[in-house]
C-alpha cells in the first residue's frame, strides 16, 4: 500500500506528525515530544524528519517515526538538510571561549555517522565541518543539486568547498560587496549573485557557471535595490529577481519600491519585468514546468497575471484583494489567495482548461497555505495567535477535508508537508468523504441567510452605492495615487473624488428612502422630531430677542450711565462733550481735514494744547466737588485717577454735570426708544425644514458651493501660490461639476 501523505506542525507545547489523506490519523510510532522547541524540518527527499530541543536534536524517520539518530547539539536555533538527506546543518547562538574568540556555531552533521550504533547517537567526530556564522540570515549553506558542491559567503566572496570535505576552500568567485546569493537548483550547476550600490555604482546582480569564475554568463545593472530574493525555476535555466528598496523615492507608499528582473543562465535573456498596474509586488512563483510564471501586484484589488519565459503575459485574472500565489506539483491548478491583513478568501483556477476557476475557500486569519505533494489538496493554517489556532485541509473542489483546532494559550508556529514523489502517493476518489472533524467544524459554522457586507448607516440603506466608495474590482474606476489629475481620478481618485457623503441625498434617492423611493415609517418619525425641534427652537430665539429691546437694555445699566451718558449720546456728544457730529469718517478728507489720530504729529501737538486750554477754561470744580463729597475718592472707568488738572472724561456720567456757559449744545427732540424699537426692521426668523427645498435643489447648492471652492483655487495659484496635489486636482474637476449643473438646469449667470 502507498504512504499516505503527511504533514508536520510546532505548537509552542512540543511536536507532531500526522498522515494526511486518506487517513487522517497521528503517524503510529512517532513518540511526539513535549515542550519549547525552537524548530524542526524535514529533509528535501522526504526521508527524514529533525527537531531541535534544549540541549539535542533528534531525527526520525519520516515514514514510520522511528529514531535514526540524536545530535549533541544544545541551543540549536535553525537546522537543515543537504538536498539528498546525507547532511544536516546546524546553527547555534553566537559565543566566544575563554580566549575571546567566537565559537565556530555553524556545523555540519552526517546523519549516518560512525557514532555508537546501540543510541544512535552523533558527537563531535562525526561532525564533517565547522564555521563562525553570526548572523542568522542567511545562515545556511547552499548545496548543487548532486550535492556534490557547497557554498557560503563571506566578505565580497563565495567560497565553494567539495561537500565531503569541508576543511579546505575548493573554489572562490569574487565579487566586491557581494550580500546574497543562491545556486541554481537543476542540472546547470549556475550562481547568481547580488552586490548593492555603493558610492555611486547601480546593484548589479551576475549569473556564473560553476566554476568558471572569471566572466559572468549574464548580468544586469540598476539603481533602485537595496536587497534581494532569487526565485530560481526548477531546472535552473532561468531566475527572477525580486529587487526592493528600504525608501519610495517618489513618495507614494511607506514600504519602499519593488521591481522584477528575468535573467537567463544561459546568457541570452535579461529584462525588467513591466508590469501594468501601479503599486507593489506581492508575491511570483514559477510554474513546475519552469516556463511560465505568474505575479500579482498593484494597490489593492491587486491584479495577477501570468508570464511567459520571455516575460510577455499571456493572461490575467480578475481583479481582487490577494497577495499570495501557489502552483501545484503538478503544474495543472494555481492558487491566489490573500492573507496576513486580507479576509483569507482563495481561489483555484484549472491551467488546463482555460484558466476556468474550479472553486473558493474562505480561510479566514489563516497567514499559512500550501499544496501537498498529490496536488489535490490545500493546507492552509491559523498561526502565531493566542486563540482560534488551527490546520485546515481543502479538497481542491472546494470543500473541507479535516479540520484541528488548538486549545486557547496554544500558539501554532509552523507546518510543513512531507516532500513526496507523485508516483508514490495513493489514488483518490475525485471528492473524497470528508473527515469527522470536517464534518464537526461544518455543523458548528452558521450559514448567513444573506451574504454580509460592508457596513452601511441607515440613511444610506437601500440605496445604490455611488462609484467614489466602491473597489475597482466592484465596478468603481481604477485607483489613482499620484498627484496628477486624470479622466478617473474625478471618479474614485482619493485626491479629487466627487464630495458625497456616505448616507446623503441624491437627485435620485432621498435620504431614508426605500428602492421604491418612498420613506419608511422610522424616517417620517424622525424627519416629525427634526421640524419640531427646530420650530420650537427658533421660537425660542424669537421670544428672546423681542424680549431684548435697546430700552430694556439700557436699564441694565446704572444710573449714571443711563441718565447721563444714553442723554449725551441720544444728543449727540461723546463722553468728554466733544461733538460727536464732528467725528464721523470722511474717507475723502484732505490732510487738514483728517482727526487727530490720522494728522502728522506736528499738527496734533499744536491742537492738543489748544484743546487743553480750552478744558481748563470750563466750569468742572461744582460737579468734581459734589461727586468727591458724596462717594469720596473714584477712578474712572478705566482704573486710572484723573490727571493733574483735575479733568475726568467720566464726569459727565453725574446726573448733576452741567456743560460749559461758553459751550453750545444742539437742541435735539426726545427719542422714544420704544417707538423705535418697534420701527427698526427685525430679523427674519422663518423657520425652514428639510421638506422646503428638494433633493434637487440641495445638489444644486452643492455643486455650486463646490464651484465657488474651485474659483478660489483658481485665483490664489494666479496670484503665484503653490496648491497642493489634491487641490490641483479638485480644479480638474470643474468641468465635471459644470456639466452636472447643467444637467440640472442651472445656468451661470
Not at 568567485?173 to 552586490?195: K, M, Q
Not at 482727526?595 to 501737538?605: A, F, H, K, L, V
Request: proline residues 6%.
Amino acid at each position: 500500500m502507498a504512504a499516505p501523505t503527511q504533514f508536520a506542525f510546532r505548537t509552542s507545547r512540543g511536536v507532531g506528525v500526522v498522515d494526511a489523506a486518506p487517513v487522517y490519523e497521528p503517524l503510529p510510532g512517532f513518540a511526539r515530544p513535549e515542550g519549547h522547541l525552537r524548530c524542526c524540518a524535514y529533509s528535501p527527499d522526504g526521508r527524514y524528519f529533525a527537531w531541535a530541543g534544549s540541549d539535542s536534536v533528534t531525527v526520525v524517520d519520516a515514514s514510520v517515526g522511528r529514531v535514526v539518530s540524536t545530535l549533541n547539539a544544545p541551543k540549536v536555533f535553525e537546522l537543515g538538510f543537504s538536498p539528498l538527506g546525507t547532511y544536516i546543518i546546524t546553527w547555534q547562538q553566537p559565543t566566544k571561549d575563554e580566549n575571546g574568540e567566537a565559537v565556530k556555531n555553524l556545523k555540519v552533521w552526517s546523519i549516518l555517522g560512525t557514532g555508537n550504533k546501540e543510541t544512535d547517537e552523533r558527537d563531535e567526530q562525526d561532525i564533517v565541518g565547522r564555521f563562525v556564522q553570526k548572523s542568522q540570515t542567511n545562515w545556511n549553506l547552499q548545496y548543487t543539486h548532486d550535492e556534490k558542491y557547497c557554498a557560503r559567503s563571506v566578505t565580497n566572496e563565495i567560497q565553494f568547498y567539495e561537500s565531503g570535505d569541508l576543511s579546505k576552500v575548493w573554489n572562490k568567485l569574487r565579487v566586491e560587496g557581494v550580500s546574497d546569493f543562491a545556486v541554481a537548483p537543476g542540472t546547470t550547476n549556475c550562481i547568481a549573485v547580488f552586490s548593492p550600490s555603493q558610492k555611486g555604482q547601480p546593484a548589479s546582480i551576475k549569473v556564473f557557471n560553476v566554476p568558471q569564475f572569471s566572466t559572468p554568463v549574464c548580468q544586469k545593472n540598476f539603481f533602485k535595490g537595496d536587497k534581494v530574493q532569487f526565485k530560481w525555476n526548477a531546472q535552473g535555466t532561468s531566475v527572477i529577481v525580486k529587487a526592493e528598496t528600504e525608501v519610495d523615492s517618489s513618495g507614494k507608499s511607506y514600504y519602499g519600491e519593488t521591481t522584477l528582473y528575468l535573467l537567463s543562465a544561459q546568457g541570452e535573456f535579461d529584462s525588467r519585468i513591466d508590469l501594468d498596474k501601479e503599486g507593489p509586488i506581492y508575491d511570483v512563483a514559477w510554474s513546475p514546468n519552469s516556463k511560465d510564471f505568474a505575479v500579482v501586484y498593484g494597490y489593492m484589488p491587486a491584479k495577477t497575471t501570468i508570464f511567459n519565459a520571455k516575460a510577455t503575459a499571456t493572461h490575467s485574472f480578475s481583479l481582487g484583494p490577494r497577495n499570495t500565489l501557489r502552483f501545484s506539483p503538478n503544474g495543472r491548478f494555481l492558487v491566489v489567495g490573500g492573507f496576513g491583513n486580507l479576509a483569507g478568501a482563495l481561489d483555484v483556477y484549472d491551467l488546463e482548461k482555460d484558466y476556468e476557476k474550479v472553486a473558493s475557500m474562505q480561510a479566514s486569519n489563516a497567514s499559512i497555505c500550501d499544496w501537498s505533494p498529490d496536488g489535490k489538496h490545500i493546507l492552509t493554517a491559523v498561526g502565531r495567535l493566542k486563540v482560534d489556532n488551527a490546520i485546515k485541509i481543502w479538497h481542491v473542489a472546494g470543500g473541507l477535508m479535516y479540520n484541528e483546532d488548538f486549545p486557547a494559550g496554544t500558539e501554532l508556529y509552523n507546518v510543513a508537508w512531507r516532500p513526496q514523489s507523485v508516483t508514490s502517493l495513493p489514488e483518490t476518489d475525485p471528492v473524497p468523504t470528508p473527515h469527522a472533524s470536517a464534518l464537526a467544524y461544518l455543523s458548528t459554522v452558521k450559514t448567513p441567510s444573506k451574504p454580509a457586507g460592508a457596513y452601511r448607516p441607515p440613511g444610506a440603506r437601500g440605496t445604490t452605492t455611488p462609484l467614489a466608495f466602491m473597489r475597482e474590482d466592484q465596478g468603481g474606476a481604477a485607483y489613482v495615487r499620484d498627484g496628477t489629475t486624470s479622466a478617473l481620478s474625478s471618479i474614485n481618485g482619493f485626491g479629487s473624488r466627487r464630495r458625497e457623503v456616505p448616507g446623503a441625498e441624491s437627485a435620485e434617492t432621498t435620504q431614508g428612502a426605500d428602492a421604491d423611493g418612498e420613506l419608511s415609517k422610522a424616517a417620517l418619525k424622525n424627519k416629525k422630531k427634526r421640524e419640531n425641534k427646530k420650530a420650537k427652537d427658533a421660537a425660542d430665539r424669537l421670544a428672546t430677542t423681542e424680549s431684548q429691546t435697546p430700552r430694556s437694555r439700557s436699564l441694565g445699566r446704572s444710573p449714571n450711565r443711563r441718565d447721563g451718558y444714553d442723554r449725551d449720546r441720544r444728543d449727540g456728544y461723546d463722553r468728554d462733550g466733544r461733538d460727536r457730529r464732528d467725528n464721523q469718517r470722511n474717507r475723502s478728507r484732505t490732510n487738514s481735514e483728517l482727526r487727530p489720530s490720522d494728522r502728522p504729529r506736528s499738527q496734533n501737538r499744536q491742537r492738543e494744547r489748544g484743546h487743553s486750554q480750552g478744558r481748563d477754561n470750563r466750569d468742572f470744580r461744582d460737579n468734581r466737588d459734589f461727586r468727591n463729597n458724596r462717594n469720596g475718592p473714584r477712578r474712572d472707568g478705566r482704573g486710572k485717577s484723573p490727571g493733574p488738572g483735575g479733568s475726568n472724561n467720566n464726569a459727565r456720567n453725574n446726573t448733576n454735570f452741567t456743560p460749559a456757559p461758553n459751550e453750545k449744545r444742539p437742541t435735539n427732540p426726545q427719542i422714544d426708544i420704544a417707538k423705535a424699537a418697534e420701527a427698526s426692521a427685525m430679523p427674519d426668523l422663518t423657520v425652514t425644514t428639510p421638506g422646503g427645498s428638494t433633493p434637487q435643489d440641495k445638489k444644486v447648492r452643492a455643486l455650486t458651493k463646490k464651484l465657488r471652492a474651485i474659483d478660489d483655487l483658481k485665483m490664489r495659484r494666479a496670484a503665484g501660490e503653490q496648491l497642493e496635489g489634491t487641490q490641483v486636482q479638485k480644479m480638474g474637476t470643474e468641468e465635471s461639476v459644470r456639466r452636472e449643473l447643467e444637467g440640472l438646469g442651472w445656468n451661470d449667470e
